[in-house]
């Protein structure tokens, strides 16, 4: 059975730091993507950071600069290392990735999400 589990998340001051990490398990043949969305209070959940297989990053305009997605594919681990937090980071976090499993089936999955909090 296919699963993500996040980890990482907590309380943390305004310009801290905190260490977000996603781990894949299940009857996986490849990842062509991983990535982080999150969702604040009365939001949207939006995209945050992702890596490709290749390891092509995107970030939301809102973190470039101060996060810092990476992957370990062999592992079927990510990271989102975020630094500089502010108060508006504060949200739930979601792991998803995306690939396939042994057999062929394509899936699109998500985590059960963590969450950060930003506040003095």
């Known amino acids: 059975q296919l699963q993500l589990v996040e980890s990482g998340g907590g309380l943390v001051q305004p310009g801290g730091s905190l260490r977000l990490s996603c781990a894949v398990s299940g009857s996986i043949f490849s990842i062509f993507t991983m990535g982080w969305y999150r969702q604040g209070p009365g939001k949207q959940r939006d995209l945050v950071a992702s890596?490709?297989?290749?390891?092509?990053?995107t970030y939301g305009d809102s973190v470039k600069g101060r996060f810092t997605i990476s992957n370990d594919i062999a592992k079927k681990m990510a990271y989102l290392q975020m630094d500089s937090l502010k108060p508006d980071d504060t949200a739930v976090y979601y792991c998803n990735a995306a690939g396939r499993l042994i057999g062929g089936t394509l899936f699109n999955s998500w985590g059960q999400g963590t969450r950060v909090t930003v506040s003095s």
């Open positions: 890596v490709t297989n290749p390891g092509s990053t």
